[in-house]
């Protein structure tokens, strides 16, 4: 696609639910990146994927969090047991060999766990 | 530790004056160093880069960039302000953690432009 879709834009959850995030990166883009927004502060990084494994996935909080890219394409984060301080925007980036090392990103998930 | 620090939380500038947004960083190696832009409700832009060659980098909306080695800085300037500049400001550093890139961001800078 055109730019780096992300769904939903919102979801509102109650505590305890399984939510999916999910992120559909721009086409050829072979590197994916999950980052956490909480309000007030800079993206925070949660995961890598190069092609369809995680390169990197140091920046998960705890083991409640997980993501999967099994195409090498589009992109699945998964949160267990949510809790209220989950609350954030989740957003999502791809690069690309002709990006020039510039990260697009999309517009975001809004999480609110209530 | 690789970091990026943006001291200033909120810059006030009138409109037509000149602005600048301030970035210093902390990385391991040669940084590659950018600025994003976010609007309300919306997701970053990106809007200039430095990676090598001249330390004056120029980018989208009239913006620019002046990458300082010595003083680990990288502070984004604009001859004249907009009230559309009106956004919040991140800087970033791609780092090599464990033998990967990512991109770490500062906490982020409010721009207020003022008619």
């Known amino acids: 696609g055109a730019g780096v879709s992300q769904t939903p834009s919102n979801k509102v959850t109650e505590k305890g639910k399984y939510v999916e995030l999910r992120c559909d990166p721009i086409?050829?883009?072979?590197?994916l990146y999950w980052y956490r927004q909480s309000l007030g502060q800079g993206p925070e990084f949660l995961i890598y994927f190069q092609g369809t494994g995680a390169a990197d996935d140091s920046g998960l909080p705890n083991d409640r969090f997980f993501a999967v890219r099994p195409e090498g394409s589009v992109s699945t984060l998964k949160i267990q047991r949510t809790e209220r301080g989950d609350s954030a925007v989740y957003l999502c980036a791809s690069s690309g060999w002709d990006s020039g090392q510039v990260y697009t990103f999309g517009s975001g998930t809004r999480l609110t766990v209530v | 530790a690789q970091s990026v620090a943006q001291p200033e939380d909120q810059v006030n500038v009138a409109e037509g004056n000149p602005l600048t947004v301030k970035c210093t960083y902390s990385v391991s190696g040669n940084p590659y160093l950018f600025w994003y832009v976010q609007y309300p409700n919306r997701g970053l832009q990106f809007l200039l880069k430095?990676?090598?060659?001249?330390?004056l980098v120029k980018g989208s909306y009239g913006f620019e960039a002046e990458f300082n080695k010595s003083q680990t800085s990288f502070h984004l300037k604009k001859p004249s302000a907009l009230v559309s500049d009106s956004a919040l400001y991140f800087c970033?550093?791609?780092?090599?953690?464990?033998?990967?890139?990512?991109?770490?961001f500062g906490a982020g800078t409010r721009l207020a432009v003022h008619p």
């Open positions: 430095y990676i090598t060659g001249d330390n």
């Open positions: 086409s050829g883009h072979t590197a």
């Open positions: 970033a550093v791609r780092a090599l953690s464990g033998g990967y890139n990512k991109l770490i």
